[in-house]
């Protein structure tokens, strides 16, 4: 699974639109980039899904450039219920050594003023 | 029905009860999974259960002990727990193992206070 780098936190305020950036620089080939939000004292939501270029639902876009080493969420116009951490995951479950690992990053914990 | 159902919402236990976490979906996925989250960090994965065989990580205490009386149901059973394992305690489901990172869903957990 790769490492992911993403920034502790981020303040914004209400209605502008919100990028959350994350290095991934060892990713494989195969690997696929999903974002997950995450409300206090709830499980974690999906959110977006990508391998490369964009991609835009519902809720929000993913930018992933050529290389596929980073790639960017973009929440449109946030609202005080945008409010959570929002963690990057690269690659899917790992199975290694007679035990399977999935690690979550640190997450950013995104903070929309009024 | 998308959901993942966990019950109690709340547990509050000494360190020599014995109490158990439920999860519950039944959107046919055959892959579920328990995390430990403790405040600030993200979620750990401690168990995973696929094609009706549950693997257990040799790095989890014994105190926490995983059943999977069918596939829709995974339990938790937790004995002689200590206070650093209060935390809160998510279960998730996949379609499938190889899911478990892109398209997971969580419920939305168990806080557990050990006094």
């Known amino acids: 699974l790769a490492k992911t780098t993403q920034p502790i936190s981020m303040d914004s305020y209400e209605g502008q639109e919100v990028n959350i950036t994350c290095s991934h620089n060892?990713?494989?080939?195969?690997?696929?980039i999903t974002w997950y939000q995450q409300f206090p004292s709830q499980g974690p939501r999906f959110i977006i899904q990508?391998?490369?270029t964009k991609v835009t639902n519902e809720v929000a876009s993913l930018f992933i450039p050529a290389d596929r080493k980073s790639s960017t969420l973009s929440l449109p116009r946030v609202s005080l219920s945008d409010t959570a951490v929002y963690y990057c995951?690269?690659?899917?479950?790992?199975?290694?050594?007679?035990?399977?690992?999935?690690?979550f990053g640190k997450g950013t914990k995104l903070s929309v003023i009024p | 029905d998308t959901e993942v159902t966990q019950t109690p919402k709340h547990l509050v236990m000494g360190m020599t009860n014995k109490k158990s976490l439920k999860c519950e979906q039944h959107?046919?996925?055959?892959?579920m999974y328990w995390y430990k989250q403790k405040a600030k960090k993200p979620p750990e994965l401690m168990f995973v259960?696929?094609?009706?065989?549950?693997?257990i990580n040799e790095s989890v205490p014994s105190r926490f002990s995983p059943e999977c009386p069918n596939s829709s149901l995974l339990n938790l059973h937790l004995h002689a727990l200590q206070p650093e394992d209060s935390a809160l305690y998510l279960c998730?489901?996949?379609?499938?193992?190889?899911?478990?990172?892109?398209?997971?869903?969580f419920g939305q957990g168990t806080r557990l206070t050990v006094v």
């Open positions: 060892n990713i494989a080939t195969n690997d696929y």
């Open positions: 990508g391998y490369k």
């Open positions: 959107m046919g996925h055959r892959a």
């Open positions: 995951l690269v690659g899917d479950i790992y199975s290694g050594a007679g035990s399977y690992q999935l690690t």
């Open positions: 998730a489901s996949s379609q499938d193992l190889w899911e478990a990172a892109t398209e997971a869903f």
């Open positions: 259960y696929s094609y009706e065989k549950l693997s």
